[in-house]
């Protein structure tokens, strides 16, 4: 049993026992910034003459040789160890010698921890803020291309008011947009070296915090000891930002679900993002939209553990902390794999046009343009809802739309009808007359998509 401590026991630990409290089957996912960050601290360690150079170097060389042995498949990680601080140490100790006993000098695991962890939460934060903005692309690219492209806009899923789908898609733009600013709202928070916290109370050693902070790159060292063996703040809010981006895929989802159904046929899923059935020869299922919806529940999951296993802790490190790990780890393993194949899915993904077009016009989505015709023509808004609710009854009884009754028909329900009615509710004129900032009009809209692309190009 490779571990870092047992200099007071007399007896055996027992073997369940130490399985149980080992972390390496799961934290050997931390090795390269275990390695990261003991070459920082051998390094700070030796600036301040508590290591001489030469033990510095060996110390580094062997560290290096180890990741580049591990990284080679040469050697592997072994799970005999605690956890994958115990590993790093043992492996270096029998590679360079004495040398290797002393780089723990000023250090203990619980600020060791923190770091790699924290180490590590950063390169993903930074790895979901690229796979969003990939994301963001594909979304403008569409909204660029479908200005004109016209759909039914729902509430309660009920068709409500025609948009388009760029005005659509952009919706979508903003939630994924106001995730980036998400990640980099945590990066900066989180970006404080914990190392040289020791245990809990610092070192006697005359560490230079601030000389290893900038060594892997930290804005500075943590300010209070206590607080930065303890914290996991900023794992919880990067797993509450990761299930807020699921909960925006999960309403994607839905949606190309809906839109993908025979009853809708808004869209075609390519083939690469699509399943078929064991029974049945027709299908063609959205497999992969089903399962990113699914694995929302999993990410909300991580979230509520950690939540649940930090309520309770009181100061400073305490072993139940070790559970912030395989959760988590799950969870940004989920994230990354949902984003990289909806991202996929959303660029190959067709749309059929006119299908759409047809759905806004069946569905009553012009009815408030006639009534703000009415009001055109000097009726009172509130006796113009009444009369175009009158004709959607009408309508809904003879099987037809707006658009298609007959001047004369429309005329027995107001006489303020004229042949200036058909323009009004066309498709064109009730999207082309929203031009608000944000509406779906396309003017507006050209304007929302070069400010997207000057964000995106900065």
Same mark, same amino acid.
């Given at each position: 049993?490779?571990?870092?401590?047992?200099?007071?026991?007399?007896?055996?630990?027992?073997?369940?026992?130490?399985?149980?409290?080992?972390?390496?089957?799961?934290?050997?996912?931390?090795?390269?910034?275990?390695?990261?960050?003991?070459?920082?601290?051998?390094?700070?360690?030796?600036?301040?003459?508590?290591?001489?150079?030469?033990?510095?170097?060996?110390?580094?060389?062997?560290?290096?040789?180890?990741?580049?042995?591990?990284?080679?498949?040469?050697?592997?990680?072994?799970?005999?160890?605690?956890?994958?601080?115990?590993?790093?140490?043992?492996?270096?100790?029998?590679?360079?010698?004495?040398?290797?006993?002393?780089?723990?000098?000023?250090?203990?695991?619980?600020?060791?921890?923190?770091?790699?962890?924290?180490?590590?939460?950063?390169?993903?934060?930074?790895?979901?803020?690229?796979?969003?903005?990939?994301?963001?692309?594909?979304?403008?690219?569409?909204?660029?291309?479908?200005?004109?492209?016209?759909?039914?806009?729902?509430?309660?899923?009920?068709?409500?008011?025609?948009?388009?789908?760029?005005?659509?898609?952009?919706?979508?733009?903003?939630?994924?947009?106001?995730?980036?600013?998400?990640?980099?709202?945590?990066?900066?928070?989180?970006?404080?070296?914990?190392?040289?916290?020791?245990?809990?109370?610092?070192?006697?050693?005359?560490?230079?915090?601030?000389?290893?902070?900038?060594?892997?790159?930290?804005?500075?060292?943590?300010?209070?000891?206590?607080?930065?063996?303890?914290?996991?703040?900023?794992?919880?809010?990067?797993?509450?930002?990761?299930?807020?981006?699921?909960?925006?895929?999960?309403?994607?989802?839905?949606?190309?679900?809906?839109?993908?159904?025979?009853?809708?046929?808004?869209?075609? &899923? !390519?083939?690469?993002?699509?399943?078929?059935?064991?029974?049945?020869?027709? %299908?063609?299922?959205? @497999? $992969?939209? +089903?399962? *990113?919806?699914?694995?929302?529940?999993?990410?909300?999951?991580?979230?509520?553990?950690?939540?649940?296993?930090?309520?309770?802790?009181?100061?400073?490190?305490?072993?139940?902390?070790?559970?912030?790990?395989?959760?988590?780890?799950?969870?940004?393993?989920?994230?990354?794999?949902?984003?990289?194949?909806?991202?996929?899915?959303?660029?190959?993904?067709?749309?059929?046009?006119?299908?759409?077009?047809?759905?806004?016009?069946?569905?009553?989505?012009?009815?408030?343009?006639?009534?703000?015709?009415?009001?055109?023509?000097?009726?009172?808004?509130?006796?113009?809802?009444?009369?175009?609710?009158?004709?959607?009854?009408?309508?809904?009884?003879?099987?037809?739309? &707006? !658009?298609?009754?007959?001047?004369?028909?429309?005329?027995?329900?107001?006489? %303020?009808?004229?042949? @200036? $009615?058909? +323009?009004? *509710?066309?498709?064109?004129?009730?999207?082309?007359?929203?031009?608000?900032?944000?509406?779906?009009?396309?003017?507006?809209?050209?304007?929302?998509?070069?400010?997207?692309?000057?964000?995106?190009?900065?």
């Amino acid at each position: 049993m490779a571990q870092l401590w047992g200099g007071r026991f007399t007896g055996e630990t027992d073997r369940t026992a130490y399985e149980f409290n080992a972390s390496i089957r799961f934290d050997r996912r931390l090795f390269h910034q275990d390695i990261q960050g003991s070459i920082a601290h051998v390094t700070m360690l030796a600036g301040q003459g508590i290591l001489g150079e030469e033990e510095r170097d060996s110390i580094v060389r062997g560290l290096t040789e180890i990741r580049e042995a591990v990284d080679a498949g040469t050697m592997e990680i072994d799970e005999s160890c605690e956890d994958i601080h115990s590993f790093v140490e043992a492996a270096l100790i029998e590679r360079i010698g004495e040398a290797g006993k002393k780089m723990h000098t000023g250090r203990s695991r619980n600020d060791q921890v923190a770091l790699d962890m924290r180490l590590y939460t950063r390169q993903h934060v930074t790895e979901t803020d690229t796979l969003l903005k990939e994301l963001l692309r594909v979304i403008l690219a569409a909204m660029e291309e479908n200005t004109e492209t016209y759909m039914p806009g729902f509430t309660h899923l009920q068709k409500a008011q025609p948009t388009t789908l760029a005005h659509h898609y952009g919706a979508y733009f903003e939630m994924f947009k106001r995730d980036r600013q998400r990640m980099a709202d945590i990066y900066d928070r989180m970006n404080y070296c914990p190392l040289g916290a020791g245990a809990l109370a610092g070192t006697t050693y005359p560490l230079d915090r601030e000389y290893t902070a900038q060594l892997l790159d930290f804005t500075g060292p943590s300010m209070n000891s206590m607080d930065s063996v303890s914290d996991r703040d900023y794992l919880i809010e990067y797993l509450a930002a990761l299930s807020t981006i699921m909960m925006h895929l999960s309403r994607f989802c839905e949606e190309i679900i809906i839109w993908n159904s025979n009853e809708y046929q808004f869209v075609e &899923i !390519d083939d690469a993002y699509s399943t078929g059935s064991s029974i049945m020869p027709q %299908k063609k299922n959205p @497999d $992969i939209a +089903e399962l *990113v919806r699914g694995k929302t529940g999993r990410v909300y999951g991580a979230l509520t553990a950690l939540l649940t296993t930090m309520k309770g802790i009181p100061l400073a490190y305490n072993k139940d902390m070790q559970e912030d790990k395989e959760l988590s780890f799950d969870a940004m393993d989920t994230v990354r794999d949902c984003l990289t194949l909806f991202t996929g899915m959303l660029r190959t993904m067709k749309f059929r046009k006119e299908r759409m077009a047809a759905s806004a016009m069946n569905g009553f989505t012009n009815a408030t343009d006639a009534a703000d015709y009415l009001v055109g023509k000097g009726v009172p808004f509130r006796d113009a809802h009444g009369i175009i609710g009158r004709l959607v009854l009408y309508c809904v009884e003879k099987d037809t739309s &707006i !658009d298609r009754l007959s001047l004369e028909e429309l005329q027995k329900i107001s006489d %303020k009808f004229e042949e @200036d $009615i058909y +323009e009004a *509710v066309s498709l064109k004129t009730c999207v082309e007359k929203r031009l608000t900032l944000g509406a779906p009009g396309p003017e507006a809209m050209k304007k929302v998509i070069e400010d997207h692309k000057k964000y995106l190009r900065n």
